[in-house]
């Protein structure tokens, strides 16, 4: 059975080299959603509570969520990274709290600070898929993930294969050491 979650995040990008519309920086309010897969947890009678999943992704996802997503090798890169530095905000601002962990994978890098994601390849519904799986596929057990931006969308299926130990009464995973972060139940 399957826990599914949603996400809305609002974002800006261009498509580098693309020819048409989309090589123009624009905005798009896009629409995740996220299903989890396993079996259902007696001790709260759900596979994986949503609350819980959408803790668990927001902490990576709000790296993506108003901020500018870009090429690494588009050329508008070093120029807004420039012009934040001029106004003394490359490194953040005070007042900068939505922000996420940074990350560094091989698909993309998170500048929480500059609001700024740098990816691989261009930021397309299938590349935005790639990254959230390649970002969140060791914490939870991602059976599909679905992307929609504007008129676009795509959505990817995974096998779900490994065991996620879960506490009988918040159904979340238990950390390391078989205690339940949330609740402090311990595993026997």
Same mark, same amino acid.
């Given at each position: %059975?399957? #826990?599914?979650?949603?996400? $809305?995040?609002?974002?800006?990008?261009?498509?580098?080299?693309?020819?048409?519309?989309?090589?123009?920086?624009?905005?798009?309010?896009?629409?995740?959603?996220?299903? *989890? +897969?396993?079996?259902?947890?007696?001790?709260?009678? %759900?596979?994986?509570?949503?609350?819980?999943?959408?803790?668990?992704?927001?902490?990576?996802?709000?790296?993506? $969520?108003?901020?500018?997503?870009?090429?690494? $090798?588009?050329?508008?890169?070093?120029?807004?990274?420039?012009?934040? +530095?001029?106004?003394? &905000?490359?490194?953040?601002?005070? @007042?900068?709290?939505?922000?996420?962990?940074?990350?560094?994978?091989?698909?993309?890098?998170?500048?929480?600070? #500059?609001?700024?994601?740098?990816?691989? +390849? !261009? %930021?397309?519904?299938?590349? %935005? &898929?790639?990254? *959230?799986?390649?970002?969140?596929?060791?914490?939870?057990?991602?059976?599909?993930? !679905?992307?929609? #931006?504007?008129?676009?969308?795509? #959505?990817?299926?995974?096998?779900?294969?490994?065991?996620?130990? @879960?506490?009988?009464?918040?159904? &979340?995973?238990?950390?390391?050491?078989?205690?339940?972060?949330?609740?402090?139940?311990?595993?026997?």
């Amino acid at each position: %059975m399957r #826990s599914i979650t949603t996400f $809305d995040l609002q974002y800006a990008h261009r498509f580098y080299g693309f020819q048409g519309e989309a090589q123009y920086l624009h905005g798009h309010t896009g629409v995740l959603t996220i299903e *989890v +897969e396993d079996t259902i947890n007696e001790g709260v009678n %759900m596979v994986y509570p949503c609350n819980e999943i959408q803790k668990v992704a927001w902490d990576v996802l709000k790296n993506f $969520d108003h901020a500018l997503i870009l090429r690494h $090798d588009d050329p508008l890169l070093p120029a807004i990274l420039d012009v934040y +530095e001029k106004q003394g &905000i490359k490194n953040g601002h005070p @007042r900068n709290t939505m922000k996420g962990e940074a990350f560094h994978t091989e698909l993309a890098q998170a500048y929480p600070d #500059s609001r700024l994601v740098v990816t691989k +390849e !261009t %930021m397309t519904v299938e590349g %935005m &898929i790639k990254i *959230v799986y390649d970002l969140l596929k060791d914490k939870l057990n991602i059976a599909k993930i !679905t992307f929609t #931006s504007g008129v676009n969308a795509a #959505s990817c299926e995974f096998p779900v294969t490994k065991e996620i130990d @879960r506490c009988p009464l918040c159904g &979340i995973s238990l950390d390391e050491e078989g205690k339940c972060p949330k609740c402090g139940w311990r595993k026997k």
